[in-house]
């Protein structure tokens, strides 16, 4: 219980949110992190999944990746990288936590894109639409509320992912917890933690608003056809 | 030491060497069977505990949205912040690895065998219940076996990701394979850190084709369907409608051995929230 205490204690402290090693530059740091990681991997891993999704082609692929993703340790990769060529630092935080998040929107927005109604793409094309039309206006606002899964599932993936970077020198609220195993202060470890849980947390209720937010028009939209 | 002079990868600091795995073989196969046990236990202590709450759940439907969304929260903990977070009661021991991991699998199967259980067919259990079976009998002979494919679906989910969480447990000390790894980065040992990590790989690999089997011979109905059926040609029409049927949530959807349950793992884990949210609007 003592433990608890310092820890609450500690987070309640002015003197540890300030400074070079403080919680906010950490939570920065960890938000940087994630931040650039699920951007670089939007940017590789929606095409793809939304193109193979759209072709209907390449589903073998587009659902192993997510299943090789599983069995291969985090940890692992991250160390394998560190003492690798890339050497200790962000570029090797940054490249391991953008696979990890490839993996979960590529078969995400693959597979929301293979769960669209093949009735309703039917229709469209009956009505004329070009190929890229309805990727545009029915695939796509149909597949999004399965792709801002798949983004919920790799940020959250990516923020836990983050915290292990600390094993690798990297910067992040896992700092917290693996210096001060090092350095035995348990208020820190415990502290940082209780930070990692609720950034976790956070991001997963934040994007869970913003997927019920976006999904909500074609919602509205099948209760007005039915 | 005897190890330096024996071998030269060891002194050139190769990716692979083969005198590493000779000389420190003894340390290798400890870490692999504590990687095991952890995994095993894990998986068994999460099922002897998912099963009496899948029940109760089933039994008390109110009770489905509280205890998923506790899975939930326990699910999006980062498994480092986990194990810390049980310092203060269990310290650096084995009890609190294993603990952390039991949750984890415990969200895993208790949605794995709730979504399977769910989506036995109504009219298969009323033709049951007009038969005269009793609930047991209805769980035992008719729900549970329906169910198998999802539910091994969910074992070997939760055996798969574990051994890969095993190797976090290194932080305080009992990370099965994932002790090498730590000490090998502290070293910059590289083929100490690439033969665990491939061991951690292989051993999910052969996890996973042991449970393939294992439902293999639990399902043998299920081989001889196979051999007729015409609409495996068109695998990508006839699994679609059944899939939309029961939502996107959950690992229900039959048909796993053509991979084509897999979408539904990817999905599942907030899988629960949008689920009832469809399920009221419309």
């Not at chain 2, 055996?159 to 190797?167: F, K, R, W, Y």
């Amino acid at each position: 219980m003592s433990t608890l205490t310092g820890a609450f204690h500690w987070l309640t402290t002015g003197s540890s949110w300030r400074g070079g090693e403080g919680i906010a530059t950490r939570l920065g740091q960890h938000l940087m992190l994630t931040g650039a990681s699920v951007g670089i991997a939007c940017a590789v891993a929606l095409p793809v999944g939304i193109g193979l999704g759209h072709l209907g082609r390449g589903g073998t692929l587009a659902i192993n990746v997510s299943n090789i993703g599983r069995a291969v340790p985090t940890f692992a990769v991250l160390v394998l990288l560190a003492i690798g060529p890339l050497g200790l630092g962000d570029t090797t935080t940054i490249t391991a936590l953008t696979l990890f998040a490839i993996a979960p929107l590529v078969t995400n927005s693959y597979v929301g894109m293979r769960e669209v109604d093949p009735g309703a793409i039917e229709a469209a094309r009956g009505m004329g639409m070009s190929g890229a039309q309805v990727l545009r206006r029915v695939e796509l606002p149909l597949a999004l509320p399965m792709i801002l899964l798949g983004l919920r599932l790799a940020a959250v993936q990516v923020v836990a992912t983050a915290t292990i970077a600390a094993f690798i020198n990297g910067g992040g609220l896992g700092r917290f917890v693996v210096d001060g195993l090092a350095n035995n202060q348990r208020d820190r470890v415990v502290g940082g933690a209780i930070l990692v849980a609720v950034l976790a947390l956070l991001v997963d209720g934040l994007l869970f608003a913003l997927s019920r937010l976006l999904s909500g028009a074609p919602r509205t939209r099948s209760r007005a056809s039915a | 030491m005897a190890i330096v002079a024996s071998g030269t990868c060891l002194r050139r600091n190769a990716w692979i060497c083969g005198d590493y795995v000779r000389t420190r073989s003894d340390e290798l196969w400890s870490a692999t069977r504590e990687h095991i046990s952890l995994t095993v236990s894990a998986v068994a202590l999460g099922l002897v505990i998912a099963i009496p709450l899948v029940l109760f759940a089933r039994r008390y439907r109110v009770t489905v949205a509280w205890i998923g969304g506790l899975a939930n929260v326990l699910y999006t903990v980062p498994s480092l912040a986990f194990f810390a977070l049980l310092l203060p009661a269990t310290g650096l021991s084995r009890t609190t690895v294993l603990i952390g991991l039991v949750a984890y699998t415990l969200v895993v199967l208790f949605r794995g065998l709730l979504a399977g259980l769910d989506a036995v067919p109504d009219d298969v259990r009323e033709s049951a219940r007009g038969m005269g079976y009793g609930p047991v009998r209805l769980l035992l002979t008719v729900e549970v076996p329906l169910a198998l494919p999802a539910i091994m679906a969910a074992v070997r989910l939760a055996t798969v990701s574990t051994i890969a969480l095993v190797t976090v447990g290194a932080v305080i000390g009992h990370g099965g394979l994932g002790n090498l790894i730590y000490d090998g980065l502290n070293e910059s040992f590289k083929s100490e850190v690439l033969t665990a990590s491939v061991l951690c790989v292989a051993l999910a690999i052969v996890a996973d084709l042991l449970l393939v089997i294992v439902q293999w011979l639990l399902t043998p109905w299920r081989h001889h369907r196979r051999r007729q059926p015409s609409r495996t040609s068109q695998p990508s029409r006839a699994p679609r409608g059944d899939a939309r049927g029961d939502g996107t949530g959950g690992h229900a959807g039959g048909g796993q051995a053509h991979g084509h349950g897999r979408p539904s793992l990817a999905g599942s884990p907030p899988g629960s929230p949008t689920g009832p949210a469809t399920g009221t609007t419309t």
